[in-house]
């Protein structure tokens, strides 16, 4: 199918389906491949070197399979092999490819948001570790003040369907007051994982009113929207057929069956072997 150039959206797990459901909502009108490697999540624990080699991996398939462009919807994953990946593997193996991350499109407009500017981050434990939001945030807002809390359960709640059992209460509200404890004038808080979109309701419950909260999927939509708008030459490339395809790199049946957890309707999954 040399005409077939999807869009490509990588995941350690399921999480990346919240921002490829913003992103098919936006951006109909493309072919898409999903790809989530179930076999080797979580990330969030593993070192840099392991995270941007399991990566790499993966996106080699992506363009394997035709894709021209893949978004990097992890955050993890995002922190700890983006830049490598395009800075020293793109030129070198693929200098007409593109791949993006949610960590930049995320810190260019998460001051906005914030009235006080101070601004909370929920995250895994690797992408608080890396410090990129800190970094990355400090480049186009920099004098806002930012503080972060690792919360290291809540991918585990939400992959084994107990982010809204009542047993997800004590994690959810330990991580917020944690957080909130480091500055009372916290307004916004920016939930850094994909995942995390299905503990809202939980979070709403436990949040001050009034606080802000942000998910990335939207947010990444607009951003590769507007990016497509700025590069037709990329936009040109990535073929308009209105397809979905889901790969796992785990079992396809446990990807279905998760997925629904992530996606309003029933998935097909095919097995990637790496």
């Known amino acids: 199918m040399p005409d077939y150039q999807p869009i490509g959206v990588f995941d350690s797990g399921y999480g990346g389906l919240t921002v490829l459901k913003s992103i098919v909502h936006?951006?109909?009108?493309?072919?898409?491949?999903?790809?989530?490697?179930?076999?080797?999540?979580?990330?969030?624990?593993?070192?840099?070197?392991?995270v941007y080699q399991y990566t790499l991996e993966c996106v080699q398939h992506l363009f394997a399979m035709g894709c021209r462009l893949v978004i990097l919807a992890c955050n993890t994953a995002s922190a700890k092999a983006l830049r490598n990946i395009q800075q020293l593997d793109l030129p070198r193996i693929a200098p007409d490819r593109r791949v993006l991350?949610?960590?930049?499109?995320?810190?260019?407009?998460?001051?906005?948001?914030?009235?006080?500017?101070?601004?909370?981050?929920?995250?895994?434990?690797?992408?608080?570790?890396?410090?990129?939001?800190v970094v990355e945030i400090d480049k186009f807002f920099p004098g806002?003040?930012?503080?972060?809390?690792?919360?290291?359960?809540?991918?585990?709640?939400?992959?084994?369907?107990?982010?809204?059992?009542?047993?997800?209460?004590?994690?959810?509200?330990?991580?917020?007051?944690?957080?909130?404890?480091?500055?009372?004038?916290?307004?916004?808080?920016?939930?850094?994982?994909?995942?995390?979109?299905?503990?809202?309701?939980?979070?709403?419950?436990f949040a001050p009113e009034g606080i802000a909260l942000l998910?990335?999927?939207?947010?990444?939509?607009?951003?590769?929207?507007?990016?497509?708008?700025?590069?037709?030459?990329?936009?040109?490339?990535?073929?308009?057929?209105?397809?979905?395809r889901f790969f796992t790199t785990d079992s396809p049946d446990d990807f279905e069956r998760q997925a629904g957890l992530f996606w309003d309707t029933p998935v097909r999954a095919e097995r990637l072997k790496l």
């Not at 407009?109 to 690797?126: E, F, P, W």
Request: proline residues 7%; charged residues 20%; aromatic residues 8%.
């Open 101 to 133: 991350g949610v960590i930049r499109p995320t810190t260019e407009v998460v001051g906005n948001y914030s009235k006080s500017g101070h601004i909370g981050i929920l995250a895994t434990r690797g992408t608080v570790t890396s410090e990129s939001y």
């Open 144 to 205: 806002l003040h930012v503080y972060q809390e690792a919360c290291p359960m809540w991918v585990p709640l939400v992959e084994n369907g107990e982010h809204g059992a009542p047993g997800a209460d004590y994690f959810v509200r330990q991580h917020l007051d944690r957080l909130l404890a480091k500055s009372p004038e916290i307004d916004t808080l920016l939930l850094a994982c994909t995942h995390y979109p299905l503990l809202l309701p939980k979070i709403r419950q």
């Open 215 to 244: 998910s990335q999927g939207e947010i990444v939509a607009d951003s590769l929207k507007n990016y497509l708008h700025r590069h037709p030459e990329i936009d040109e490339q990535c073929s308009r057929g209105r397809t979905l």
């Open 26 to 50: 936006q951006l109909p009108q493309y072919d898409y491949v999903y790809l989530g490697d179930n076999a080797r999540t979580p990330y969030g624990t593993r070192s840099f070197d392991t």
